[in-house]
Structures are given as structure tokens and as C-alpha cells.
């Protein structure tokens, strides 16, 4: 392989994933970088989150998905920066790696809008320890509201607030009020899950701002039936230990939740270059970064402007996938036969949320789907885009097993250091 050029890819997610599996066989030596040793399925953490599925269900090891690829060498690390004048990368372990070229993909994270000292009062929903420590919290407040004896206190620990009316922020309501009115209903004794509050606080003036307007509505009344208490055009100002203060009035809550606004990761800081406003950094139409020879950026970290719609491309795992798959095939090719990468055109699949039992939303720009079919086809795209045969079919039982007895398996409260 000596002579064969480098390719170096720091982040197994969507994009890095695709890009790696694009270029397995082709004539270059390909190193993918993770801090994690697995890919993670981040779509289903909630159902994490909310004891539905565990975290295996939804975690592949990155050397099993790469193992045919004799080509491709997988580096358990975190990288910390790049020297991209001296074309190598730098790990946290002191390491550096050489490259030709170099693709970040590196993702994004929640972004506490200049409030860091929120994120451990409210954690997002992006890694597995994440959704660990949220599961336990959800479940321990439960737990200790069984055994408080002043009401208000009791109320107030069977109270959640989730800040963000996003995608992820209506799939954390549905099911933290399915898992209290379903499952949890039946196992306590002197509490009533069933009236657990969930309140689902959302700064612009409507939840799932980004899909038309009539899937939006649909998606309220859904979650207002569930008893979900909708607070649109309202703004969080201060989180504390056991309270959300919302337009002055402050909630007490056992649990609270953060799903608003994502940030780029570091990338843009590693190459020294003007970023967007969430972090992410300008690529070109074939995705590569303006006066950083051989460097590509893709997925949630990349700022492209999608010349069908004249608007950024959203940071979707189908858009990162996508232009992971590009990429990888281009640059193959371009080894074999010296060809450019042509630029990358994405075709949207359509947008979508769950809200709960029998209701999802699709929005496929011209048509959408609500209600029972949307739910369906929700559950068959995410089972279909889980990595390995065994995953899909774990999945496809657990969810049947869950639809038929309203039971959730994966009820641990764990000792995780972040829960307090
Ligand atoms: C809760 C939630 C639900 C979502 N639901 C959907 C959905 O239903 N449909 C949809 O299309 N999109 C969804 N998204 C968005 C989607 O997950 C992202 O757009 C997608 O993951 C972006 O892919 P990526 O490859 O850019 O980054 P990621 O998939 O986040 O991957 C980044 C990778 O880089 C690694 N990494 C980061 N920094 C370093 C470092 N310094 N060194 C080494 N490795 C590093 C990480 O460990 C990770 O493996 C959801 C996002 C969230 C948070």
C-alpha cells in the first residue's frame, strides 16, 4: 500500500461512516479517527432516553461495520487539531497523523446559547451518556416522588420541562408521557404517573417550526390530547437545579431537557476559518474548504448553500450520509482516473417526527403524511437506516413487544458520574 495516498477521517458518524465505506477497496490508505469505538444511530437516542431501547440497540462497533475493508485502519482517539499547513492531524494522546487528504466530520453539539452552566442542569441528547443520565433522572424522580409526602413536592418531581419544540424536543415529550400514562401507571403505589406534567417550552410561535404549518398543528393537538402543556413565543431565562424559570414564572421540575439549537463542532477552529454564526464551516460545491488543499468538511460541521432552495442545508443525518457517500466515491474515482469531485446535490427524502403511538408527521414538500401512516412509514425508514441485519431485527421485536404490552425493557436508573 506504500505509496497510495492518505486519506484521513475524523468522525464515524453519518458522514465520515459513508465517506469510509464509499472509499473501502479503493487504492488509497484510509484511517478513520473516533473518540467512540462504536457509530451511534443518534435518531433513536431518545427512545434511550425514555427506557424504550438500550443503548446497544442503537450502537455499532466502527471496526465491525469496516472489518471487510482490508484498506481502511479504524484509530480509537480524539482529535484535537489540525496542522493543515503541515497537512497532519493531532491527537489528544500526543499522536499526529500525516494526511493527503483530510475529511472532517466531526458533527455538532447542543448549543446553550452563551449559558454553559445550563448543560449539566439540562442535558441535550447527542451521545450515550446523555441519554444514560436523562433516563435515570426521568425514572429517579418518579422513584422519589413515590416516596415524598408533600403533594406540591410530589407534583413537582413528576414534572419535566423540555426546552426546544424541535423534532427532538416533541419525540422527548410523546414518549416521556407515554412512558408515565402506559407503562409507569401500572408500577407505583402511592403516586398516579398518569398526572405527570410535561411541559414543552418552544421560543418561536409554533413547535416543529421547520415543517409546514398544518403538520405542526397536527403535531399540538396530538401532544396536547397526551397532556402535554405546550408554551410557544416563550423563552427560557434561568435554569437551576430543580427549576425552570420561564417569562418570570418559575417551574419546579424532576427533570429538564434540553433540545434547542445545535452548534457546530471544533473544526472550523482547527482550520482556522471564518465560520457561520452555529459554527459550521463554508465548503464548496464539492464540499472541499477554500485555501485548505486536499481538506473536505461534511455533515452537521459544513455550511452549504443549496442551490435548489438558495437556503443552508439543514443538519440532517440524510443530508451527511449523503455527502459522505459522495465524497467517498468521488475521491475513489479520482484515484483511479484523476477525476474532480463534481459537486455535491442533495435529494431531500423528506422530514420527519414522531409524536407518539399511531402519530408521526412527513413532510415530502409537495405531499405529507400524518396519523397512523406516517407512523408506519417512520418506523420502517428508522429500522431500514439502523446499521447490521442483527440491529434491525432486535428493533423491529423490541417495538412490536412495546406496541402489544405498552412494557419499556430498559428501565435502569445507573450511578452515571453526571447525574445528580
Ligand atoms: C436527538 C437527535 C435526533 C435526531 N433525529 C434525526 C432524524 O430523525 N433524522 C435526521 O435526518 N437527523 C436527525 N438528527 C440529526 C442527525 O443526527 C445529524 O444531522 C447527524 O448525526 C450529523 O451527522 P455527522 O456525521 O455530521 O455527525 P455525527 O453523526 O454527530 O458524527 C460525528 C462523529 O464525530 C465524532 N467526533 C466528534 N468530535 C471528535 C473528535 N474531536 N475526535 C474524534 N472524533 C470526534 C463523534 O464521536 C461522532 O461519531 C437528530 C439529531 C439529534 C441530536
Not at 478513520?32 to 440497540?57: E, G, K
Not at 442503537?58 to 480524539?78: F, Q, S
Not at 413565543?233 to 439549537?261: L, Y
Request: proline fraction near 5%; charged fraction near 20%.
Amino acid at each position: 500500500m506504500a505509496g497510495q495516498p492518505r486519506i484521513v477521517i475524523v468522525g464515524a458518524g453519518f458522514a465520515g461512516l459513508a465517506c469510509a465505506k464509499a472509499l473501502g477497496s479503493s487504492p488509497a490508505r484510509v484511517t478513520v479517527i473516533d473518540r467512540n469505538n462504536y457509530h451511534l444511530f443518534v435518531p433513536l437516542l431518545y427512545q434511550v432516553a425514555t427506557a424504550a431501547l438500550s443503548p446497544a440497540d442503537i450502537a455499532e462497533p466502527i471496526r465491525k461495520i469496516l472489518r471487510r475493508h482490508r484498506n481502511i485502519d479504524v484509530r480509537l482517539g480524539t482529535v484535537e487539531t489540525v496542522d493543515w499547513a503541515a497537512q497532519t492531524v493531532h491527537l489528544a494522546d500526543g499522536s499526529a497523523l500525516p494526511y493527503d487528504k483530510l475529511v472532517l466530520a466531526t458533527g455538532s453539539r447542543y448549543n446553550y446559547f452563551g449559558h454553559s452552566e445550563w448543560e449539566a442542569l439540562a442535558p441535550g441528547l447527542k451521545t450515550i451518556g446523555n441519554a444514560r443520565v436523562l433516563r435515570s433522572r426521568l425514572l429517579r424522580s418518579f422513584e422519589l416522588a413515590e416516596r415524598e409526602p408533600d403533594p406540591l413536592r410530589q407534583q413537582a418531581l413528576m414534572t419535566s420541562v423540555i426546552v426546544g419544540g424541535g423534532p427532538t424536543g416533541v419525540e422527548m415529550a410523546g414518549a416521556i408521557a407515554e412512558l408515565a400514562r402506559y407503562t409507569l401507571v401500572r408500577d407505583f403505589r402511592r403516586i398516579d404517573p398518569a398526572s405527570a406534567r410535561i411541559v414543552l417550552v418552544e421560543a418561536g410561535p409554533r413547535i416543529l417550526g421547520t415543517f409546514p404549518e398544518s403538520l405542526s398543528t397536527y403535531a399540538r393537538a396530538r401532544l396536547e390530547r397526551m397532556g402535554v402543556d405546550i408554551r410557544c413565543g416563550q423563552v427560557v431565562e434561568e435554569i437551576g437545579a430543580d427549576f425552570v424559570r420561564i417569562e418570570g414564572a418559575v417551574t419546579r421540575a424532576g427533570a429538564i431537557i434540553w433540545a434547542a439549537g445545535i452548534q457546530a463542532s471544533d473544526a472550523g477552529r482547527w482550520l482556522a476559518v471564518d465560520v457561520d454564526r452555529i459554527g459550521r464551516v463554508p465548503v464548496r460545491a464539492d464540499l472541499s474548504v477554500e485555501g485548505r488543499d486536499g481538506v473536505y468538511v461534511l455533515g452537521d460541521s459544513a455550511l452549504l448553500i443549496d442551490p435548489a432552495t438558495d437556503r443552508p442545508l439543514p443538519g440532517l443525518a440524510q443530508v451527511a450520509k449523503q455527502q459522505g457517500r459522495h465524497l467517498g466515491t468521488a475521491l475513489a474515482r479520482q484515484i483511479a482516473q484523476g477525476t474532480p469531485v463534481p459537486p455535491f446535490r442533495f435529494q431531500d427524502r423528506g422530514n420527519t417526527a414522531i409524536i407518539g403511538r399511531n402519530a408521526a408527521v412527513f413532510d415530502f414538500g409537495k405531499r405529507r403524511l400524518k396519523g397512523w401512516p406516517a407512523w408506519i412509514l417512520w418506523a420502517i425508514v428508522h429500522v431500514y437506516l439502523l446499521v447490521g441485519f442483527d440491529k434491525r431485527l432486535q428493533v423491529s421485536l423490541q417495538w412490536l413487544w412495546r406496541y402489544l404490552t405498552y412494557q419499556r425493557g430498559a428501565r435502569l436508573i445507573t450511578n452515571d458520574p453526571d447525574l445528580r
